[in-house]
Nanobody, 119 residues
Framework: QVQLVEAGGGLVQDGGSLRLSCVAS????????MGWFRQAPGKEREFVAR????????YYADSVKGRFTISADNAKKMVYLQMNSLKPEDTAVYYC????????????WGRGTQVTVLS
């Protein structure tokens, strides 16, 4: 079992920045992945970014590439999402997720943190 808790959401103006964090507890492995997803009102949950615990295998959605940066601190079991040049369309609930390299599935999810970008 892996438990995930997000923090760092809030209100920000168009063009502003926020940094989300997620702490993992429970059984984790350096070969497994941490990811960020988001869900806007009335829309399906969508992938944002992911990273392997050992720091490699970073991948971003096209919509955030060049603006968002994902990073991980394996020793602290923390993953971060630095979000710059935020746009109103980035408004969503952001979820931290964990994917086992063994199952290949995003098996564990946090409760989410709200990010609102004001125009």
């Amino acid at each position: 079992q892996v438990q995930l808790v997000e923090a760092g959401g809030g209100l920000v103006q168009d063009g502003g920045s926020l940094r989300l964090s997620c702490v993992a507890s429970g059984g984790t492995s350096r070969n497994d992945y941490m990811g960020w997803f988001r869900q806007a009102p009335g829309k399906e949950r969508e992938f944002v970014a992911r990273i392997r615990w050992n720091g490699d295998s970073i991948y971003y959605a096209d919509s955030v590439k060049g603006r968002f940066t994902i990073s991980a601190d394996n020793a602290k079991k923390m993953v971060y999402l630095q979000m710059n040049s935020l746009k109103p369309e980035d408004t969503a609930v952001y979820y931290c997720a964990y994917k086992s390299d063994f199952t290949g599935k995003w098996d564990y999810w946090g409760r989410g943190t709200q990010v609102t970008v004001l125009s």
